[in-house]
């Protein structure tokens, strides 16, 4: 038995009672809906602001929380489609993974170069306007999901190359490991993931550390920088626990089979929805010009 295949049989072997599974899509649902309602507030606030849309900063910053809407819309519907519908057509799977994926791998990649960002403006500051155009902004989110897309559609065409037509028209627990089932693909993605572990995690701690020595240097309040360092590294372990998520998931498999939907559950929750859940309060609510503007268009 293959690996999507043991994953499958889990699920349909401890499915979840109806009072648990009623629980647990409330809170997703509930979650979802708060997060996004907060989230079309900052955009508005955007949007209605010319300070913002020629900030770099602020133009990184509403990629993130644009990103994080789809991610969590697409995410929290795929998670009730689980409870309710439970096998969906195949091509609509696609559809759904695919910018589940997409849109959960930006989200790290844009935090480290809003780090980036945030690290030319403290060390360099002469150097900002130069280096941080809103030119090179827009390019560099190009260049974001130009990588998720060429780690994840090689994926998708060998599947719909070497699946046999049966498979493609059939309808399918819709699970990232059923839609690109072959064990290479796996493997791949668990290096591709390993690969990116490293190099963010490099550029957050060198950013980070830059940025909270040159504070000091520079006689700054050096406790309000650490605590927003604290706040960004809590973030940033949330969101590159979607690098280590598939492992864990599979350790704790081999210890705790019964427990097996809990944890994906558990996974959703930490992976998926908190760090967006932190997101609008740590770069919009907690930054003094953003909050200024954002109070007379979060009740809109």
């Not at 519907?77 to 910018?99: D, E, G, P, Q, R």
């Not at 935090?111 to 690290?119: G, K, N, P, R, S």
Request: charged fraction near 15%.
């Amino acid at each position: 038995m293959n690996v999507t295949s043991a994953n499958v049989t889990l699920v349909l072997q401890y499915r979840d009672s109806f009072s648990k599974a009623l629980t647990k899509n409330v809170i997703v649902v509930v979650l979802g809906i708060s997060i996004n309602y907060i989230n079309a507030g900052l955009i508005r606030t955007f949007c209605k602001h010319q300070i913002f849309y020629t900030n770099p900063r602020y133009i990184l910053f509403f990629h993130l929380v644009v990103n994080d809407m789809i991610q969590l819309t697409v995410t929290v519907l795929l998670f009730v489609l689980s409870y309710t519908v439970y096998k969906i057509n195949f091509s609509f799977c696609c559809i759904i993974i695919v910018l589940a994926v997409f849109t959960t791998e930006n989200t790290p990649l844009n935090l480290a170069c809003m780090a980036v960002e945030c690290y030319i403006a403290v060390c360099f500051p002469l150097r900002h306007m130069q280096i941080c155009t809103v030119r090179r902004t827009l390019m560099l989110i190009g260049f974001m999901w130009s990588t998720t897309m060429l780690s994840v559609l090689p994926d998708l065409f060998f599947t719909l190359a070497t699946e046999p037509l049966d498979f493609l028209n059939s309808k399918v627990f819709c699970l990232r490991e059923t839609l690109f089932p072959n064990p290479l693909l796996i493997k791949k993605r668990d290096i591709k993931y390993l690969l990116f572990l490293v190099m963010v995690s490099i550029t957050i701690f060198y950013t980070y550390l830059n940025i909270l020595f040159t504070a000091k240097k520079a006689s700054i309040d050096a406790k309000k920088a650490r605590n927003t360092i604290i706040l960004h590294g809590f973030q940033l372990l949330l969101c590159m626990s979607t690098y280590t998520g598939p492992q864990v998931l599979i350790v704790l498999k081999q210890f705790f089979p019964e427990n097996y939907v809990d944890h994906l559950f558990a996974s959703y929750i930490i992976v998926q929805v908190l760090p967006r859940f932190i997101s609008p309060i740590l770069y919009g609510i907690r930054d003094k010009t953003f909050r200024i503007h954002l109070k007379s268009h979060l009740w809109c």
